[in-house]
């Protein structure tokens, strides 16, 4: 039995960031912005997706770890958007599929907290970005899982433990988009009740980080002074509702965007991902293309 639907879309999120496998490596910055679109009213998860990387501007240079865990190379991030712009085009993105249409609904989904809560308000806050309000308030379906399943599991082997084939590369954010998103259809079809779990209130957005200022590739950037998180053990309890986010009011707009599909094999990195930039059309009739 099918919960009951209080939105009009899901927009599933997944984000990396820089990293390395030593404690304290701060400020963690997104590397890659990704996300799917999930038709609330039949479940079908839309062909199109949304895949743009961020330039780091703190540390640059990524570690061979972080290389390793996300496969994205130098060269991608090198070249690539501020994460400013990257919202400005995804807020674009979400425009031209009709999400952000009056009268339209949709809230954000992650996999914990760190997304939304942790990563991207932090980095917003010590860039100064101006962040669109939709982003502040989010279903964490790992919370939604364990209400079901009575199971803590990492996101790979909750897709299997739903009897669902892991589909693409751990750690690349659209693969990892995709299948919270192929999840979430699952535990909807079980019943599950997909009810916002997390936000952040006004008297939040502005929060008491210690913060100190560094000239960076000849830019200012603010350091945000708190340890790094880790997304996947990372769970904030909110147990506060929110009303549907609409369309109209969703903050920044700007640039033309574009669509990218990771590859799902083992093919070294730069050549795996030698295409993920490559752009894609959004088209009406892929959009009811079932992919769970």
């Known amino acids: 039995m099918r919960s009951k639907r209080r939105f009009d879309y ?5 984000f990396e960031a820089t990293c390395d496998d030593i404690r304290g490596f701060s400020p963690q910055e997104i590397i890659e912005f990704s996300c799917v679109v999930v038709d609330a009213s039949t479940l079908d998860i839309w062909q199109e997706g949304f895949q743009r990387y961020a330039k780091p501007t703190v540390k640059p240079r990524l570690t061979p770890f972080c290389t390793q ?5 130098q060269d991608q991030v090198d070249g690539a958007s501020s994460l400013k712009d990257v919202l400005e085009m995804h807020d674009e993105w979400l425009r031209e599929l009709g999400v952000l249409a009056k009268g339209k609904s949709f809230v954000p989904v992650t996999w914990t907290d760190w997304d939304l809560e942790k990563q991207l308000q932090t980095e917003c806050l ?3 970005i101006e962040k669109p309000a939709y982003y502040n308030q989010w279903i964490n379906l790992k919370k939604i899982f364990m209400n079901a399943t009575r199971r803590t599991l990492p996101l790979g082997r909750a897709v299997e433990y739903m009897d669902l084939k892991w589909q693409g590369r ?3 954010g659209l693969d990892d988009a995709r299948n919270t998103a192929r999840l979430l259809v699952r535990l909807s ?9 997390g936000r952040i209130s006004a008297s939040r957005s502005i929060l008491p980080y210690l913060s100190r200022s560094t000239e960076k590739a000849g830019s200012q950037s603010k350091l945000e002074s ?3 998180v880790d997304k996947e053990t990372t769970d904030t309890v909110c147990a506060a509702e929110a009303e549907p986010v609409e369309g109209g009011d969703s903050g920044r707009r700007n640039g033309e965007p574009r669509t990218a599909e990771c ?8 050549k795996r991902h030698a295409n993920s930039t490559s752009t894609t059309k959004v088209s009406k009739k892929s959009r009811g ?3 769970c």
């Open 69 to 73: 865990l996300t496969g994205i190379a």
């Open 289 to 291: 293309q079932v992919l």
């Open 126 to 128: 010590w860039r100064e």
């Open 226 to 228: 708190r340890p790094s």
């Open 10 to 14: 899901y927009v599933v999120y997944d």
């Open 189 to 197: 079809h079980n019943g599950a009740a997909l009810n916002v779990t």
């Open 263 to 270: 590859t799902q094999d083992e093919e070294p990195i730069r």
């Open 170 to 172: 751990q750690h690349c």
